[in-house]
């Protein structure tokens, strides 16, 4: 399991809840199940659509990786 590292500590804690939800996770998860994991409302688009704009942005600072499944995991 990756750690945090002194960068990861000064993202937004929203940012910080989405990399500790992939950290619980036993291996590789669906962007849905992490959303499931933050609360997110399935039936409010609103609210998957926040989630995603979080992880989205995550994955573009290199702190988790989208496998070409669409799963996500901590970076290697």
Do not use: K
Not at 1 to 19: F, G, N
Not at 23 to 47: F, H, K
């Amino acid at each position: 399991m990756s750690e945090p590292d002194a960068e990861e500590t000064m993202v937004p804690p929203d940012y910080q809840r989405i990399l500790a939800a992939v950290r619980r996770a036993v291996g590789p998860v669906m962007a849905r199940q992490v959303g499931e994991m933050l609360g997110a409302n399935a039936g409010v688009r609103a609210s998957w659509d926040r989630c995603a704009e979080g992880w989205f942005r995550v994955i573009d600072h290199g702190w988790l990786r989208q496998l070409s499944d669409d799963r996500l995991t901590t970076r290697l």
